[in-house]
């Protein structure tokens, strides 16, 4: 057998594999169950527009505020990591090591439960504001690590060049390095961005009142409510109208940057 | 060009180092350097690679620490621990090799940033000095562009401008057209003329020997973390005493 007609055949063999695949899969599926479990129109009726007035919205406020708070901690951190002083670097060690160790879940559970026992405080918002409180802090270790490789990404030449025209060192690494530093780390940043959307889903863990669900809550509940599958399908598909646009926009910055350089 | 330098006493050196070591972990890579520049003088540094040229300079405004000896910039211990080195800095102009620009600010930017957050200058003020200073290079017109949209002989010529702007009493140069492609190294050499010419103290460390010929009013040869020999440009250049010297400059002329 001459070996291009050998390829041609193994190759119309797997297609011939995966189209039996795909008719048997027909076959022996029940397609009516399936619609009314995982896509029942009147299911679908009943859960909007809660999915997006509730689901939706907390999941998004509570992304960015754990976002925003885990930043704001990580620019604090990643300076102290580089801080010619040993216990402000052993400070943010620690806190780096400690939390990127733990499972965001554990922490989570550790804000929502023990803490409140264990010190008789009590995190503003509530329980939801204590598991917030989690992922602003999981988050901070992870952006932290993110940020201070940025930062020593930037040329040591950028840093003398301001500190010989006189800038103080504060001047400097406000100024000229942590702005040069975010640009190199957007694309992780935003990686991490997408990951702490998908981790706001353990806040279901800690319970929250009605209106203070996100989208993974919201849509357990409406699992049992409605003995039905359907909420499943729906909050997949909303996290992925979430998160699909930011991991290509994350793509599309990797190789721009990678053209640039 | 009017330069302010009548505060100094007569006679105090613009730079003057004395006895200066260098280590670097255990490599002593300055050993013991005496050396001054006067004020409105041009004095050009050659020697090998790793000879120490660079360290020496940088330890002029402290970017690389002195490990004993003094400097005095303007009759000032800079090592002094009672002193505002950043103020010093500010008045000794820096110009790298590799330009270092700020990337991500305009050239105008650039050149304002420091006037503003250091010198304490108005906005319009900044903007008026970097001007005339963007134009004293040849690139007037050039205010809004990146420094990645550059060429390196006019990257390296708006770092000039740069140090220019802080109204600087003295320029040091790190081997300033080494990373340039030939046909620009005329373009910077110029301006650094026109420098000399205006009566700015410079302390040069160059491969350029025509340049050290004709601005230079000293050439200092460096070897090993010694100065092997110094003295009047084109004297030392045709007539080199030491047979390092002799052996150095055989090779690069
Ligand atoms: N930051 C540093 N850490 C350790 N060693 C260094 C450092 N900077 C310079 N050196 C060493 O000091 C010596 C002198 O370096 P320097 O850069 O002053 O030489 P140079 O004369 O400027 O050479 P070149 O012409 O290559 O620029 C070299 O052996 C170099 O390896
Ligand atoms: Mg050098």
């Known amino acids: 057998m001459k070996k291009s007609t050998r390829r041609r055949l193994v190759r119309g063999l797997l297609y011939a594999v995966l189209v039996g695949a795909v008719v048997l899969l027909a076959l022996i599926a029940d397609w009516e169950a399936i619609r009314q479990n995982f896509l029942s129109g009147e299911v679908m009726g009943e859960l909007w527009p809660e999915v997006l007035t509730v689901g939706v919205k907390n999941t998004v406020i509570y992304t960015v505020i754990a976002f925003a708070g885990g930043l704001a901690l990580a620019i604090v951190l990643a300076l102290m990591k580089l801080s010619p002083i040993a216990p402000y670097r052993w400070i943010a060690t620690a806190w780096i090591e400690f939390f990127r160790g733990l499972p965001a879940l554990v922490v989570i559970l550790a804000f929502g439960f023990a803490v409140p026992i264990a010190f008789s405080w009590r995190p503003p918002g509530g329980s939801v504001g204590a598991g917030v409180l989690a992922l602003v802090i999981v988050s901070s270790a992870y952006i932290a690590e993110t940020l201070r490789a940025g930062i020593q990404a930037v040329p040591k030449g950028q840093f003398e060049a301001a500190r010989s025209l006189g800038m103080t060192s504060g001047r400097t690494t406000f100024s000229i390095v942590l702005p040069q530093a975010f640009r190199i780390v957007i694309p992780p940043l935003t990686n991490e961005f997408v990951l702490l959307i998908k981790d706001t889903s353990l806040l279901f863990v800690i319970g929250a009142a009605i209106d203070e669900r996100e989208l993974t809550t919201f849509s357990r509940d409406a699992l049992t409510q409605y003995a039905n599958s359907t909420p499943l399908i729906v909050a997949a598909a909303a996290y992925l109208i979430i998160t699909l646009p930011l991991t290509r926009l994350v793509a599309r910055l990797e190789r721009r940057q990678q053209k640039a350089r | ?253």
């Open chain 2, 1 to 253: 060009m009017t330069r302010v330098t009548s505060t100094l006493p007569a006679g105090t050196r613009a730079i003057e180092v004395r006895d200066l070591h260098k280590y670097f972990g255990d490599n002593e890579v300055l050993k013991g350097i005496d050396f001054h520049v006067d004020q409105g003088q041009v004095v050009c540094v050659i020697g090998p690679s790793g000879s120490g040229k660079s360290t020496l300079l940088r330890c002029v405004n402290r970017l690389e620490e002195p490990t004993s000896g003094t400097i005095l910039v303007e009759g000032v211990d800079i090592c002094d621990p009672e002193v505002d080195l950043d103020e010093i800095r500010s008045r000794i102009g820096m110009v790298f090799q590799s330009f270092n620009l700020f990337p991500h600010l305009s050239v105008m930017r650039n050149l304002t940033i420091a006037q503003q957050r250091v010198r304490r200058r108005s906005k319009d003020e900044a903007v008026e000095i970097a001007r005339n200073n963007l134009a004293k290079v040849g690139l007037a017109g050039k205010e809004d562009a990146y420094p990645a949209h550059l060429s390196g002989g006019q990257q390296q010529r708006v770092a000039i401008a740069r140090a220019l702007s802080m109204d600087p009493d003295m320029m040091l140069f790190d081997e300033p057209t080494s990373a340039l492609d030939p046909e620009l190294v005329g373009d910077v050499l110029g301006v650094m003329r026109d420098l000399a010419a205006d009566g700015m103290t410079m302390m040069v460390v160059t491969h350029e020997m025509g340049f050290a010929r004709e601005v230079g009013d000293k050439l200092v040869f460096m070897d090993g973390g010694v100065i092997v020999e110094e003295g009047d440009p084109r004297e030392v250049l045709a007539n080199p005493q030491h047979s390092r010297t002799q052996g150095f400059l055989s090779k690069v002329l």
